[in-house]
């Protein structure tokens, strides 16, 4: 950098009195303010942000070899009388010889002490102290700091800087409100770019230095390193992270254990009482909602209340962090597809294991077609359910392993949500959804939304689907197929509404499925996942999330249960 230079060579002649005071003559006073006067009104004419040690002014040869505004010809700064603006950087004090005492009556020249060492107070070139070191950036008159500064290699606005009578320079602000020289938006004080595209991720803790070669795992830790790509992963307990998916495994497990007990029991014994009571759809689905929500919850709840929360908070400017209703509805419309799929592929998985013979669970339970059944299934499906299971799998367990990774998080969630409902016919849709719920629940940091994307499911799933099927059913479709004219117009001129319906439906679907696929194709590179504190490394997350006692009891048991129902089934029928 170069020095601020002002307009001309032609600057105001110093006050006399600061002059003599500060040639240092005999019997004169020292008025150090009659300089500082002098420059009150001096701009620079392109001012920059500071001087480095090597330009700028420096000392003279000093107030007892010099004086006036002009010495050899040469014009003098209007800042300080003294200092040449085209002086070599040599640095020459004039001092007394050590030890040197001043004659009495004899006042100390100005700048000087009375052993001939420069005053710490004394007027020098912005940028400089008096023994030629750079200033520290804090303020004048500070010493430089012991250690170098750090480069700052991210661009930034040019300066605007205005300068004090001392010439110190008065920080202006950018038009953003930042001082410049601040990181510009997008930039992080390293000069990387941000994570992610809606705004500040600050990281918390400075990245590690590439070290190829150190390993995923020293005594249970995880060291501190920056992959090829360049993410970088902080020190993790590794212990302790596998301890707290343990946990997580057994909270479930015991949610799933103690609600098919509690059920078989209160099966058992109503059955004692009442036989073939058990038999109704909706006292199946009571038997197994009571244990479930009254029992096995608060024990669940209790267990995973021994781990610290830390909920994803939203990013200001994300559209995804407060997304309107189209945004919103279109969550639903990219999980048709997925729900579809993952039903058909359920769907063939459970006929080839069970040769045909296995039913789903939710069909059963859904039976009762009264209006005490429909009202029931309203509550259990499209209230209670979404309620429970978005607050268990989405806030409870996200929170509690956001930490390490928000897709580990994900992941995780989903998958155990899907293994919680132990049957090929829902697990993969189930895991689907909890992917996209456990998404959208990460940005917006609510569980109000997956909560409202849950019961929109169910109430589709549960409620219009089977009442379309059951209305499928009542069609007299052998008649349609084989009957004269007269009995097919009977059964169009009976069921009509239900074949009508039934053909919205379809279609609906149908659009629905291909808008959904649109969705994902257009949106899948703006699902963003942001680091997390404790970020986990890729060869550390799944055999750290799965590789534990608790999550490996809990997908042993529930993967047996899938596997073993519909072989029993496909035995027991192809035995009769």
């Known amino acids: ?83 040449s603006a085209d002086q070599p950087a040599a640095q020459s004090y004039p001092t007394q010889p050590y030890g040197q005492q001043v004659p009495y009556g004899q006042q100390v ?18 940028g400089q102290v008096p023994y030629g070191q750079p200033q520290s950036r804090y ?57 992610g ?37 902080p020190t993790v307990n590794l212990q302790w992270t596998r301890k707290a998916f343990s946990r997580i495994g057994w909270a479930v497990l015991a949610l799933l254990l103690i609600t098919n007990v509690a059920a078989s029991i209160f099966a058992e014994g109503l059955n004692a009482v009442f036989p073939g009571l058990t038999g109704n759809g909706s006292v199946q689905l009571l038997l197994s909602a009571v244990p479930q929500y009254l029992i096995a919850l608060p024990i669940t709840l209790a267990i995973l209340n021994t781990l610290r929360p830390m909920p994803p908070r939203p990013v200001a400017g994300d559209p995804d962090a407060r997304p309107g209703v189209g945004r919103y509805l279109s969550f639903f419309v990219m999980g048709v597809p997925i729900m ?33 059944g429909i009202i029931l299934q309203f509550v259990v499906f499209v209230v209670l359910a979404p309620l429970v299971e978005e607050y268990v799998f989405r806030k409870q367990i996200i929170d509690r392993t956001r930490v390490y990774g ?21 697990f993969f849709y189930a895991f689907g959804w909890g992917l996209l719920w456990g998404y959208v629940y990460m940005r917006t940091g609510r569980v109000r939304y997956t909560i409202g994307l849950h019961a929109l499911v169910n109430l589709l799933g549960g409620i219009v689907s089977p009442m379309v099927l059951d209305g ?29 319906a039934l053909a919205v439906y379809i279609l609906a679907m149908i659009a629905l499925f291909v808008a959904g696929v649109v969705l994902l194709i257009i949106r899948r590179r703006g699902f963003v996942l942001r680091p997390a504190p404790q970020e986990l490394l890729p060869g550390n997350r799944a055999r750290i999330a799965f590789g534990n006692a608790g999550v490996v009891v809990f997908v042993v048991l529930t993967v047996m249960v899938m596997l073993i129902v519909p072989v029993i089934s496909g035995l027991a029928a192809y035995a009769s």
């Open 406 to 426: 928000e897709g580990l998080s994900i992941i995780f969630s989903a998958l155990i949500f899907g293994l919680m409902h132990a049957n090929f016919y829902q």
């Open 340 to 372: 579809m799929v993952g039903s058909l592929l359920g769907s063939v998985i459970s006929d080839m294991l069970s040769a045909g013979q296995a039913s789903n669970a939710l069909d059963e339970v859904a039976s009762d077609n009264s209006i005490g």
């Open 197 to 233: 595209p809606y705004g500040p991720a600050p990281m918390p803790y400075p990245a590690p230095a590439v070290a190829p070669g150190v390993p995923r795992e020293i005594n249970g830790i995880q060291p501190a390193q920056t992959d090829d790509r360049g993410r970088s992963f």
């Open 472 to 500: 499928l059913n009542s069609v007299a479709w052998t008649v349609l197929e084989t009957g004269t004219a007269h009995e097919r117009q009977a059964v169009l001129r009976e069921s009509w509404p239900v074949m009508v």
């Open 109 to 126: 020249p100005y700048g000087q002490s009375p052993y001939g060492q420069a005053q710490y107070d004394q007027r020098v070139p912005y």
């Open 1 to 83: 950098m170069t020095s601020p230079q002002p307009e001309s060579n032609h600057f105001p002649e110093p006050d006399s009195s600061a002059e003599r005071n500060r040639s240092g003559e005999s019997g004169s006073s020292a008025d150090p303010q009659s300089g500082a006067r002098e420059s009150d009104s001096w701009q620079p004419e392109s001012p920059q942000p500071g001087l480095g040690p090597q330009s700028g002014p420096r000392m003279g040869s000093g107030a007892q070899t010099q004086s006036g505004p002009q010495a050899n010809g040469r014009f003098r700064s209007p800042i300080d009388p003294y200092l």
């Open 139 to 195: 303020g004048y008159g500070q010493t430089p700091q012991s250690y170098p500064a750090q480069p700052q290699s991210y661009a930034s606005e040019p300066y605007s800087t205005s300068y004090d009578q001392y010439g110190r320079p008065q920080t202006a602000q950018s038009p953003y409100g930042q001082p410049y020289g601040q990181p510009q938006y997008g930039q992080s004080p390293y000069g990387q770019p941000q994570y």
